[in-house]
């Protein structure tokens, strides 16, 4: 999968994550760079040169990411076990929508970060992904069954007031574009973890997943198809942070 910006051509202009994140976070050579809730480390290979500790719950995504190189620590984003002011860049990439208190996870942060630091945090934007939610719609009154929306995340671009609690000149960088995927199958496996389920009333042998599941392989198979790939708009990006 890949997250695509267009231009004002409707243009592709290629997959903005990685370099956006660098370009925001504004690495120099020895600076320290906690990842919270660091996952497999996606980006810590474009960080060269900067000392980086990640920080994660789970120990499978600490051995991936301990395969970078990257200096491992299991932990809690709200009890960060660093003193204070230990960090010249905290970061922390789609993950605070997973944290019960996402405000005290946040002064976790500023606590970790020295004077003169910056706080980057990616996420996606609201609503996300409503071409695959729209054709779920679709399937499920087709077999007689009534959809139910999705859940709604809980730290979304929409949450600049939360982060400007704890860092007063936050600001938000939006990217508009869409989430692009050139196989039918790897849609169909990510409807198949979580949103084929939502529906009202869901019978419990799961006897609605193979019907559910047939249709949208239809629907996507005929979009992939006539279009290239699966395509869904999507708003993602980042909040950032000076600590002066």
Known sequence: MQFTVWDDQGESAGDPYVGGFVRHVQPAPGLA???????????HLALSGMWIVGL????GMLREARRLGTRCIQGDAQRLPFRDASFDRVTSNH??????DRELALREMRRVLRHGGRAVLTTNGNPFLP???????????????????GGVSRFTMDDLELVQRVFPNAQRHVLSGALVVPDADSVLRYYASS???RVADAPADGSHRPILLKAM???LEAITAAEGAFKDPKTAGWFTAQLE
């Open 195 to 197: 949103a084929v389920d």
């Open 95 to 100: 993950m605070l929508f997973h944290v019960p």
């Open 217 to 219: 392989r239809r629907r």
């Open 33 to 43: 760079v906690l990842d919270v809730g660091c996952g497999p480390g996606t980006f």
């Open 56 to 59: 994660d719950l789970s120990m």
């Open 131 to 149: 071409r695959l939610a729209e054709l779920h719609t679709e399937v499920a009154r087709a077999a007689g069954l009534v959809p139910q929306p």
